[in-house]
T-cell receptor, first 115, second 117 residues
Framework: AQTVTQSQPEMSVQEAETVTLSCTYDTSESDYYLFWYKQPPSRQMILVIRQEAYKQQNATENRFSVNFQKAAKSFSLKISDSQLGDAAMYFC????????????FGKGTKLSVKP | DTGVSQNPRHKITKRGQNVTFRCDPISEHNRLYWYRQTLGQGPEFLTY????????KSRLLSDRFSAERPKGSFSTLEIQRTEQGDSAMYLC???????????????FGDGTRLSIL
């Protein structure tokens, strides 16, 4: 069975600094997608960034980038120039290409941003 | 694009009662998902619809749970004889019908928070 592990329950970063959130996953499949979702307090979950496993190049979306290490089954999220609005729960998620599309989530990392 | 809409936002009920939640996906999204999120956990998949067909159900979806999407648009999730362990946030998500189902990002609603007294 596929699993997603986020080993950091909470993280803190100073405004304008850089923070990295960790995620590891376990799967026997070779073709899959990985996602980072952001869930602000009492607000809906939104997609931050997506990575296709067959792509070697790490995905980047503005201040957000990932470090995808397929052999190590690691998928970390780097947030540069952190802003107060980045404070939220961050969930790493996995989806197998052959699935019906359901996501498998980690337990999340709560990110605090200090002014 | 008005986003995924879920109602009610919060439901408080006594143990043993039945509850029903509604999800209106983004228009023209034919794929719809239900997840459950308990405190301190990530969302867990419950069930998936493509149009009106329920194509996958998690083992988490006990026989007290039933989901429908009768016309392939909105969906309802009903829990019968609620138990304390049903207290959670119930999230709905929808995705585009283009390409591979696994390739499309899911758009989530605000969720319905269920509290069992």
């Amino acid at each position: 069975a596929q699993t997603v592990t986020q080993s950091q329950p909470e993280m803190s970063v100073q405004e304008a600094e850089t923070v990295t959130l960790s995620c590891t996953y376990d799967t026997s499949e070779s073709d899959y997608y990985l996602f980072w979702y952001k869930q602000p307090p009492s607000r809906q979950m939104i997609l931050v960034i997506r990575q296709e496993a067959y792509k070697q190049q790490n995905a980047t979306e503005n201040r957000f980038s990932v470090n995808f290490q397929k052999a190590a089954k690691s998928f970390s999220l780097k947030i540069s120039d952190s802003q107060l609005g980045d404070a939220a729960m961050y969930f790493c998620a996995y989806r197998y290409v052959g699935s019906q599309g359901n996501l498998i989530f980690g337990k999340g990392t709560k990110l605090s941003v200090k002014p | 694009d008005t986003g995924v809409s879920q109602n009610p936002r919060h439901k408080i009920t006594k143990r043993g009662q039945n509850v029903t939640f509604r999800c209106d996906p983004i228009s023209e999204h034919n794929r719809l998902y239900w997840y459950r999120q308990t405190l301190g956990q990530g969302p867990e998949f419950l069930t998936y619809f493509q149009n009106e067909a329920q194509l996958e159900k998690s083992r988490l979806l006990s026989d007290r749970f039933s989901a429908e999407r009768p016309k392939g648009s909105f969906s309802t999730l009903e829990i019968q004889r609620t138990e304390q362990g049903d207290s959670a946030m119930y999230l709905c998500a929808s995705s585009d019908n283009r390409g591979l189902v696994s390739n499309q990002p899911q758009h989530f609603g605000d969720g319905t928070r269920l509290s069992i007294l």
